[in-house]
């Protein structure tokens, strides 16, 4: 919403409506699949505890568009080009030999298609791997248990924010150990920041993008949040 809206004498009373927790999303999942359920259409092994469990920062529309893309996919396995292309234009309905079921592997499907807005940005972090993750001897998994280790402390931790650097020459694989380590953290809420996310911005711009990356952040019980090439996001120069 535009900051304007926002100012005292227009909208004074702000109530943040935060995302569900697992109960609440269970619940979705059944409001959204109630309708099926009762017409027999959902398979036996279709688990909504399960599903409920693994949809850490979905909102109530994400949920919905799971459920909507599992039917989509079991449709899609019911139709047949022959069933698409038979009588075009001539009100035939399409056979069915049998009643047709949702079952957990659509559910499946759809959640790998269905991503929350709020949660892990894989497609970036993949990218940073994307040639691959190779081992480069003892000194190299010496730093990798370090950092692995480090992220385990912070799961137990009391300790409100902890940071770490990886320091050294360009090319050597600091961004792609960074984006390993925020994959494999299992953590609900993972971003990066790069130079690259405010290319145009001006100061000001960019400060507010970067405030509410983290502000999203404390959202979440675990975040992680991998600031790229730090020195090009600060505009930092090695004189003056």
């Given amino acids: 919403m535009d900051e304007a809206i926002l100012r005292p004498g227009r ?3 702000h109530l943040e409506i935060g995302l569900p ?5 269970q619940q979705i999942f059944e409001i959204h699949t109630r309708q099926q359920r009762k017409n027999g259409l959902l398979e ?6 399960s599903m409920a469990a693994r949809t850490k920062n979905y909102t109530g529309a994400e949920i919905e568009a799971v459920c909507k893309s599992a039917v989509s996919w079991a449709l899609g396995e019911m139709l047949t080009a022959e069933d698409l292309n038979a009588d075009k234009g001539k ?7 049998e009643k047709t079921k949702i079952k957990m592997m659509d ?12 949660g892990v940005d894989d497609k970036t972090l993949d990218n940073c791997i994307r040639e691959g993750w190779y081992d480069f001897g003892a000194e190299f998994q010496k730093v990798h248990g370090v950092c692995t280790n480090f992220i385990k402390q912070m799961m137990n931790s009391s300790s409100f924010l902890h940071t770490i650097l990886l320091e050294g020459s360009n090319g050597c694989g600091k961004t792609a150990l960074a984006a390993r380590l925020a994959l494999d953290s299992g953590f609900s809420f993972v971003k990066m920041i790069t130079p690259e996310n405010f290319v145009g911005y001006n ?8 405030v509410k990356v983290f502000e999203d952040a404390y959202k979440s019980p675990l975040s992680l949040i991998v600031l790229d090439d730090i020195e090009r ?5 090695p004189v003056g």
């Avoid at 036996?44 to 505890?49: P, S």
């Fill in 11 to 13: 909208m004074e009373v």
């Fill in 21 to 25: 927790d697992e109960k609440g999303r």
């Fill in 44 to 49: 036996a092994d279709v688990d909504l505890d």
């Fill in 91 to 97: 009100g035939k309905k399409i056979s069915q030999k």
């Fill in 107 to 118: 559910f499946e499907r759809a959640l790998a298609e269905v991503k929350p807005a709020f």
């Fill in 203 to 210: 100061t000001q711009g960019k400060i507010q993008a970067i």
């Fill in 233 to 237: 996001l600060i505009e930092y120069i």
